[in-house]
């Protein structure tokens, strides 16, 4: 079955504390992208990916790091998490077709920051 | 910013064709119309998308407009299950997603 798999689906962790959130699609997606979900902000792109080895920021990167090391897989990185980073968050990997393109996002990471 | 307008909330009687508007005035030339849906804290789920002409998939229609300034999904015969928060997005392929605030639609039993 073809989808995008978040883990951990729910954490809870203190400020300071390093954490991975791990995205993996099966579908051999090139582009690759984090969001993050708050009331009344909608959702707001982290970072995205091109590509293996290829990454850049979206419109609220601060606080985050992420790698491409292999096409499958798109780690989200908090080094330091502080409490304003407690969110919804959500992987995405596009396909194109016919130059268009479709993203299919994962099931969500909801992430307490105390 | 997003770049369309949706009305916040609508109401639809289950079975019914429901009506979804979006303005999207200064979409260009290469840009797509793209509509998708989130169920309550779900990921959101891809339903539709078009550039010029009208779209139809086993999910809805898309029609849009011959100047493109605006665009309405259509989901034909609406269950209680279609109540989600619907949005409609404008981009070029590669660009970022920009999603607004979009319309939370509730199906009526």
């Known amino acids: 079955e073809a989808q995008v798999t978040q883990n951990p689906r729910y954490l809870i962790t203190v400020t300071g504390k390093k954490l991975t959130v791990t995205c993996s699609q099966n579908?051999?997606?090139?582009?690759m992208s984090w969001y993050r979900q708050d009331p009344g902000l909608g959702l707001r792109q982290i970072y995205y990916?091109?590509?293996?080895?290829?990454?850049d920021k979206g419109d609220v990167p601060e606080g985050y790091k992420v790698s491409r090391k292999e096409k499958r897989n798109f780690p989200l990185i908090l080094e330091s998490p502080s409490p304003n980073q407690t969110s919804l968050y959500f992987c995405?990997?596009?396909?194109?077709?016919?130059?268009?393109?479709?993203?299919?996002f994962g099931p969500g990471t909801r992430l307490l920051v105390l | 910013d997003a770049k369309t307008t949706q009305p916040p909330s609508m109401d639809c009687a289950e079975g019914r064709a429901a009506n979804l508007p979006c303005n999207h005035s200064?979409?260009?030339?290469?840009?797509?119309v793209y509509w998708y849906r989130q169920i309550h804290s779900q990921g959101p789920q891809y339903i539709i998308h078009g550039l010029k002409n009208n779209e139809t998939n086993e999910m809805a229609s898309l029609i849009i407009t011959e100047d493109r300034k605006s665009s309405t999904l259509i989901l034909p015969h609406a269950t209680l299950r279609d109540t989600a928060v619907y949005y409609c997005?404008?981009?070029?392929?590669?660009?970022?997603?920009?999603f607004g605030k979009g319309t939370r639609l509730h199906i009526l039993p």
């Open positions: 995405a990997s596009s396909f194109y077709t016919g130059g268009q393109e479709t993203q299919y």
């Open positions: 200064t979409i260009s030339g290469n840009e797509y």
């Open positions: 990916s091109m590509n293996v080895e290829v990454t």
């Open positions: 997005i404008v981009r070029v392929r590669d660009d970022k997603i920009i």
């Open positions: 579908m051999n997606h090139e582009y």
